[in-house]
């Protein structure tokens, strides 16, 4: 069974991590938006990772390959 880490940063990724190797198995780059990532969150089903970014919430399906969110939330 792998683990997996999710990051985010300043520099406006999203990163996933095999946790045993180190390795960097995937990457949503979000390049000419503004806002770090803030907090991450992922479902009690291990499907969705929602990814707080300046004044909205994007949700993401973490078996998808897609950088392209399948949701998204605004709040002020």
Excluded at 65 to 71: F, K, N
Aim: net charge positive; with cysteine.
């Amino acid at each position: 069974m792998s683990v997996i880490l999710v990051t985010g940063s300043y520099d406006h990724e999203i990163r996933f991590w095999e946790a045993w190797s180190g390795i960097c198995s995937r990457t949503i780059a979000r390049t000419g938006e503004a806002g770090q990532v803030n907090r991450l969150a992922i479902s009690p089903d291990k499907r969705l990772l929602a990814a707080a970014i300046h004044k909205k919430v994007r949700i993401y399906e973490i078996a998808s390959s897609s950088s392209d969110p399948v949701g998204e939330l605004f709040y002020r």
